[in-house]
């Protein structure tokens, strides 16, 4: 039983210390990356809401035309043109992408903790009071537990979730700055599209080889889904 501890606690400190690496390179990223987010969220509400200068300007107008004398014209010029005022659609679909990303970057942030928690209780609960037998079947029995309740999944998903942030953060940016200038669109639109081919090619490659260094969350969790390198070549075949 001494020889069973001494192995299973030098399995449980590199189990722990991936993980623990994970969270942590998780939370620094949402938190990064929630900042951008929230200032480019931020940047674009101006969207939503009507100009105050056309206020101002009908404002000034009615002035004008009272000063003049022309008191029906002045009438006839609505007050607030902002009460008629609506976003347009191309807005209110970009901002809820842009929102969707951020509640994603944050919800992943949100998973990262949870994780760090679940970890730290593993930590102090895995061996519990007893003798050297009844330690390590009680040690052997929270770990089955992370095996049955499909723990590795469920951490490497976080990652997952910040990943898919950032991709709906490109088309977000790509669809704002579409409205505005072309040119500096086709660059974000490029760049996001090479970022999602080289991702979804790592990925391939980690499915096909699992010797492949490239090895991302996508990719563990679909070799848990039993997805492997013969139905990568069925489906590469028959996009060719």
């Known amino acids: 039983w001494a020889a069973h501890k001494r192995v299973a606690g030098e399995h449980d400190d590199e189990f722990l210390e991936r993980y623990y690496n994970d969270m942590d390179i998780v939370l620094v990223f949402s938190g990064l990356f929630s900042a951008v987010s929230s200032a480019f969220i931020v940047a674009m509400e101006s969207n939503l809401s009507p100009d105050p200068n056309i206020t101002t300007h009908a404002l000034l107008t009615q002035l004008v035309l009272i000063g003049l004398g022309n008191f029906t014209a002045a009438g006839s010029t609505p007050v607030a043109p902002a ?38 209780y593993y930590k102090s609960h895995r061996y519990g009071r007893g003798s050297e037998e009844e330690r390590a079947k009680r040690r052997q029995e929270r770990f089955d537990g992370i095996v049955t309740w499909y723990f590795d999944a469920v951490v490497q998903s976080f990652p997952i979730l910040l990943q898919f942030s950032l991709f709906l953060f490109g088309i977000a940016l790509s669809a704002n700055m579409w409205y505005e200038q072309h040119t500096i669109a086709w660059v974000i639109i490029a760049t996001t599209v090479f970022g999602f081919l080289f991702y979804s090619l790592t990925v391939m490659a980690a499915l096909v080889s699992p010797a492949c260094p490239f090895q991302t969350p996508v990719s563990t969790i679909l070799r848990m889904l039993r997805v492997d390198s013969e139905i990568i070549c069925k489906f590469c075949s028959f996009l060719v």
């Open 83 to 120: 009460s008629t005022w609506s976003p347009s659609i191309a807005s209110i679909r970009t901002q809820s992408v842009a929102y969707a990303s951020l509640s994603f970057s944050l919800l992943a942030a949100f998973g990262a903790v949870l994780g760090k928690q679940w970890l730290g």
